[in-house]
């Protein structure tokens, strides 16, 4: 699944390739993906693309009329520069073709189509995105504004950190980053936490965003995905050794294999 570092990386990678350049059209394999019924992909062919930003888990390509609005889903990405670099990699759902003659493919290499497509005049309007809570790597984001996330709350905090209206863009494999760095078990409620605990898990979460930015920054978007799998330290890592304290990382119980911990470093109350 994209998390925000890799998000992050890939929004700056169609900055430097995207914008100044005027779209020829976009083809659409998928319709499925165009959530935005009422308008037409069609109404981006000649316009010039004018920014990129980033929304979570979301891109929006800004023009000089509308913009259109990726989201992600569970494994949607990007490829570039020509229509043939995905094959076999990933089903197309969407290629946009530029001027310059080169073609960006938007691409879901999910079982099930969960990639979205959005024209909007306003992307931050969009209800996908105006649902979404605050950006936690943004610069001015503080402690107090994980306490009020937190505190109170009876959600067990691995499902906590990837609740999208409280933080938006942290997903499966940074929250078991996040809360081995915490030394928190993540069945934890938030409400139990004490302000130690909370300041922790806040100076974890920021500390393993930034060092994410960093190591994904300039990275080609075709390697982000190996890079991201590459560093983790516990998840995806069952039966491999903790590299803070030598124990065996385990899968979390109930999560079906999709979510691990370290039961030395962050052992259940």
């Given at each position: 699944?994209?998390?925000?570092?890799?998000?992050?990386?890939?929004?700056?990678?169609?900055?430097?390739?995207?914008?100044?350049?005027?779209?020829?059209?976009?083809?659409?394999?998928?319709?499925?993906?165009?959530?935005?019924?009422?308008?037409?992909?069609?109404?981006?062919?000649?316009?010039?693309?004018?920014?990129?930003?980033?929304?979570?888990?979301?891109?929006?390509?800004?023009?000089?009329?509308?913009s259109l609005v990726v989201g992600f889903g569970r494994a949607g990405w990007m490829a570039w520069p020509d229509a043939d670099a995905a094959d076999g990699a990933a089903p197309v759902i969407a290629r946009m073709a530029l001027e310059s003659g080169a073609v960006l493919q938007i691409t879901d290499a999910g079982a099930w189509l969960s990639l979205t497509l959005s024209v909007a005049d306003d992307a931050g309007a969009l209800p996908a995105l105006a649902k979404l809570g605050p950006d936690p790597a943004s610069a001015d984001y503080a402690t107090e504004d994980l306490d009020r996330v937190l505190v109170g709350r009876r959600k067990q905090l691995k499902a906590l950190l990837q609740e999208q209206e409280s933080l938006a863009g942290i997903g499966n494999a940074y929250s078991d980053e996040i809360l081995h760095a915490a030394r928190l078990w993540p069945l934890t409620h938030a409400a139990d936490l004490d302000a130690g605990q909370r300041a922790s898990l806040y100076e974890a979460m920021r500390g393993e965003l930034a060092a994410a930015f960093r190591a994904r920054e300039g990275v080609p978007i075709d390697q982000l995905k190996a890079r991201k799998v590459a560093a983790m330290r516990v998840h995806g890592r069952r039966g491999a050794p903790c590299p803070v304290c030598g124990n065996t990382v385990a899968d979390l119980p109930g999560s079906k294999g999709a979510a691990q911990y370290c039961p030395t470093c962050q052992p259940e109350p």
């Open positions: 699944m994209p998390e925000l570092p890799e998000v992050a990386a890939l929004a700056g990678f169609l900055r430097e390739h995207l914008v100044g350049s005027r779209i020829v059209g976009i083809e659409l394999e998928e319709y499925g993906a165009l959530k935005t019924r009422d308008r037409s992909l069609d109404e981006l062919a000649g316009r010039t693309v004018s920014g990129i930003r980033r929304f979570g888990k979301h891109v929006a390509i800004d023009t000089d009329g509308p």
